[in-house]
């Protein structure tokens, strides 16, 4: 399975991205489904999940200005982040959690890939 992140950018503090993943797994609408994130000097972290019937849960940082979301006839999940700020700033990575929760060990499926990059300048 491949997945491909894309709709990184530059933006400036409160400003709006949405970045996007593409997957080739064809079992996509049965899997839930993760965007994750590495901030340099600190290990990656989780930053929102949606399962396969579009429940959806954030880290606390991100919650009410981040939305996850699927399109299932695309393949395809996005996060729309909105209020961002320089904290914000990273690689984004999408992967399918072995398990979705916010508290379980930080484990997916496949390899992370290049990831989108996210600058927020202030």
């Known amino acids: 399975v491949q997945l491909q992140a894309s709709g990184g950018g530059l933006v400036q503090v409160g400003g709006s991205l949405r970045i996007s993943c593409a997957t080739s797994d064809t079992s996509f609408r049965e899997r839930p489904m993760g965007w994750y994130r590495r901030v340099p000097g600190k290990q990656r972290e989780r930053v929102a999940l949606i399962t396969s019937t579009g429940l959806t849960h954030y880290t606390d940082s991100v919650k009410g200005r981040f939305t996850i979301s699927r399109d299932n006839a695309q393949n395809t999940a996005y996060l729309q982040m909105t209020n961002l700020k320089p904290e914000d700033t990273g690689l984004y990575y999408c992967?399918?959690?072995?398990?979705?929760?916010?508290?379980?060990?930080?484990?997916?499926?496949?390899?992370w890939g290049q990831g989108t990059l996210v600058t927020v300048s202030s």
């Open positions: 992967n399918q959690p072995l398990r979705p929760s916010m508290t379980a060990p930080l484990e997916v499926y496949y390899s």
